[in-house]
């Protein structure tokens, strides 16, 4: 593939749905990938309390909290994102999809923003 | 404005390799008048197809610098600011012969979405009356313009990942005639439009809305359908 | 996967993230709460333990996940690797399956 020709076929996917499509997508394979631990971890609660509590210690760890603040994120915008689409498809076709777009964004990054203020408190 | 134009041109099937051509520019030059002089003046042997030159047959549709475009209406100041053009068949379809791409499967997919009008009524009935301002009638009345130049099926990401999806336009026709009250066979071309490739494969991405020259919104048809089977497939009639 | 078959799995898809929105939208409100005065098993249980609505809540939600990401990652993989067909399906379903369980051990885990 030749750098213009390349270059062409990131610019035909340029388009805003284009983008949202991805950005729902990978975030919904980050969910899916993180859900069997988050699982797996609050399974261990039935061992009791120390269990659990051992993990929350790890997981006051900066690094944890970064991956924690991105899979609320993640979570905020998928369900946004998922919210559009169903919008797309069970009603009528409204010519403001980029607004939508935005405001899932938006939505996701409030989330994040307000999940990072209460962990700083936590 | 530079005095030529740099063209790379895809030659052979689904083997082959660009080549260049120095294509004179003129004033109000369009993507097909570019082709038309390589063809006419450099290279007899290139293939390309058109018919119309005025946007009504959908035959000159290509890949232009990565995106599919139709060529007569394609202005190559909008297209190729840098004065550089790559030209190639339509993306997603076999490539026959140079700018040629084989059309076969795309037409195939709109004979298995139903793209075909079947009538209700018998010989002797009286003429169907289609109140222009009809519910229904007014659901078909963008979508109805569809040139089949296949813009849009080149443009579609799921297309391309998975190759049975039968793509915006055939579901696109397939929701004209859903919403045409003359047809006689709409729970038929419901299950058509509802299997392994169907509509609901489509993730609303808008990429053939964004690319369709003559402006349609194969997403929102699509939509349609997905709705349509849904009440069909709870009702028990799929 | 018969005709009829992909569209039930379409219904089953969509239906379950109407289902999830509202959990969602709880359950970010929630982290966000718990976070703020920092996480320990002990207030974790304090809300959960005993709980007939939180096991109502996070069951509906282990039901509607499994089968939402299940569905979700077997259109990935057919689109993005090619990966179809009913061995494919079988996998996925298995993930599921697999979700399923053990997030009804999660839920059993913080409930009781
Ligand atoms: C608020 C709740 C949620 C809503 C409204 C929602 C909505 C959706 C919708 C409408 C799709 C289909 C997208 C498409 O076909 O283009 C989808 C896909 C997906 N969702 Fe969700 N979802 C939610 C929660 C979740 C959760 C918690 C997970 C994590 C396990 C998840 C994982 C996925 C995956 C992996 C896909 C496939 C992505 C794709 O096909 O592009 N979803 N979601
Ligand atoms: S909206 Fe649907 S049909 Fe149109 S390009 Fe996107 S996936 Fe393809
Ligand atoms: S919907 Fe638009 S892009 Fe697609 S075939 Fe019809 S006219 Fe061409
Ligand atoms: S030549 Fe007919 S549409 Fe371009």
């Known amino acids: 593939m030749s750098l213009q020709q390349a ?15 991805l950005v729902h997508r990978l975030s919904g394979l980050a969910l899916a990938v993180f859900l069997p631990f988050h699982f797996f ?65 938006a939505f996701a990054i409030a989330a994040g923003l307000l999940f990072l203020l209460a962990a700083r408190h936590g | 404005m530079a005095e030529f134009l ?18 004179p520019r003129s004033d109000n030059q369009t ?51 840098d004065g550089r053009l790559t030209l190639e068949p339509l993306a997603n379809l076999p490539r026959i012969r140079d700018l040629v791409a084989d059309l076969a499967p795309f037409f195939d997919k709109w004979q298995a979405a139903g793209g075909q009008f079947k009538p ?26 569809c040139i089949g130049c296949a813009v849009c099926y080149a443009s579609c990401d799921v297309v391309a990942g998975q190759p049975d999806y039968l793509g915006p336009a055939a579901l696109n026709r397939a929701w004209t005639l ?53 009440m069909a497939l709870i009702e028990g009639r799929l | 996967m018969s005709g009829r078959g992909e569209m039930w799995l379409f219904l089953a898809q969509r239906a379950s993230a109407v289902v999830m929105a509202p959990l969602v939208l709880i359950h970010l409100a929630v982290i966000i709460y718990a976070v703020r005065s920092g996480l320990s098993a002990e207030a974790i249980f304090a809300r959960t333990r005993g709980s007939a609505l939180w096991a109502g809540f996070y069951g509906l939600f282990v039901v509607a996940v499994s089968v939402h990401a299940a569905l979700g990652c077997r259109a990935i993989s057919a689109e993005w690797a090619g990966w179809r067909g009913n061995r494919v399906d079988g996998v996925w379903a298995a993930f599921g399956v697999l979700l399923l369980i053990a997030g009804l051990r999660a839920v059993a885990g913080v409930i009781w």
């Open chain 2, 6 to 23: 740099t063209v790379d041109i895809w030659r052979g099937g689904a083997e082959g390799q660009l080549q260049r051509f120095d294509v």
């Open chain 1, 41 to 105: 971890v609050l399974g261990n609660a039935l061992n009791g309390a120390a269990g659990l509590d051992d993990f929350l210690l790890w997981a006051a760890n900066p690094w944890v909290k970064l991956g924690e603040w991105l899979l609320v994120s993640a979570l905020a915008l998928h369900m946004a994102g998922g919210i559009r689409v169903l919008a797309i498809e069970f009603l009528p076709w409204s010519e403001r999809q980029k607004t939508y777009i935005m405001l899932c964004i």
């Open chain 1, 7 to 21: 270059a062409g076929r990131v610019r035909s996917r340029s388009h805003a749905g284009y983008v949202a499509y």
């Open chain 2, 120 to 145: 209700q009524a018998e010989l002797g009935d009286d003429f169907a009356i289609v109140p222009p301002s009809g519910a229904a009638r007014r659901q078909a009345d963008e979508a109805i313009e």
């Open chain 2, 178 to 230: 859903m919403n045409d009250g003359r047809d006689g066979a709409q729970d038929e071309r419901l299950k058509a439009v509802s299997g392994a490739g169907g509509c609901q494969n489509c993730h609303t991405q808008q990429g053939c809305r964004d690319a369709c020259p003559k402006g349609l919104n194969p997403t929102r048809s699509i939509a349609g359908l997905k709705r349509m089977s849904l």
């Open chain 2, 31 to 81: 993507v097909l008048d570019v082709v038309t002089h390589v063809q006419k003046v450099l290279e007899p042997s290139l293939a390309y197809r058109f018919a119309c030159r005025v946007g009504m047959c959908g035959s000159c549709a290509m890949m232009v610098n990565g995106k599919a475009r139709w060529t007569c209406r394609t202005h190559v100041k909008k297209v190729a600011a």
